[in-house]
């Protein structure tokens, strides 16, 4: 059997004007719930939270370690006084609204599926978004996923490679035939830990992460592993 694991962010689904680091919208996406809220701060309240938010900024502070589901925002609701689950919904939806799948995901993964291939995603969250925001940026693209996990879930993201080896054991699947998509070296790092072949996604690029394959388009896939 074939499995092929993609990552989300930039693979299979982008986020329109939010570029991989997000910490040029943390005070847009604060005030956004205290604006809604009519919610009033103390400057070094929001200070602190913006601070909250640099330290588990994995793009600026790799890690690792992973933290909780909603273990970010609930310090910082606790920080502004607010209610944890509220703060965390607007946060994370506030990101969310700008999500939209990659063109040809739906008839690749739809080719990859016809074949008898089987198909998961594996992708590092951002703050420790919960499992719901991520299955809502699949969208229509879960019915095509045979699982689907977040770095949360597994308590350690790429390059280790525990997700992946977590994955291939549930499928009984033999590394030689697991392929790794991804548009990070993190990405290729992590299949290469866990002896898969990766596929870099990277259009107009040429990069060497020292990936099995490259690809310039989503669809281009299909031809290395079909």
């Not at 910082?76 to 995901?105: C, H, K, N, W």
């Not at 969250?125 to 879930?153: A, K, N, T, W």
């Amino acid at each position: 059997m074939t499995l092929v694991v993609f990552d989300l962010g930039e693979t299979l689904v982008s986020y329109d004007g939010i570029p991989l680091s997000w910490s040029e919208h943390y005070i847009d996406a604060i005030n956004d719930f205290l604006v809604k809220n009519s919610i009033c701060v103390t400057t070094p309240d929001l200070e602190l939270a913006v601070s909250i938010l640099d330290f588990y900024n994995t793009r600026t502070h790799q890690r690792t370690f992973e933290v909780a589901e909603g273990e970010v925002t609930r310090k910082i609701a606790t920080v502004l006084g607010v209610d944890g689950a509220a703060f965390g919904r607007s946060f994370f939806a506030y990101f969310q609204r700008r999500a939209v799948v990659e063109a040809s995901a739906v008839t690749t993964l739809t080719e990859l599926k016809n074949a008898g291939v089987f198909t998961a995603v594996l992708s590092d969250v951002p703050y420790g978004m919960p499992r719901d925001f991520l299955m809502d940026d699949l969208g229509p693209l879960v019915p095509l996923m045979d699982r689907v996990v977040s770095s949360c879930e597994v308590g350690v993201r790429k390059p280790h490679p525990l997700g992946l080896i977590n994955l291939m054991k549930a499928f009984g699947a033999n590394p030689a035939h697991v392929f790794y998509v991804g548009n990070e070296e993190k990405d290729m790092a992590c299949a290469a830990n866990a002896g898969a072949r990766s596929i870099l996604l990277a259009p107009g690029e040429t990069a060497d992460y020292g990936q099995t394959y490259s690809v310039q388009a989503l669809s281009g896939v299909l031809r290395h592993v079909l």
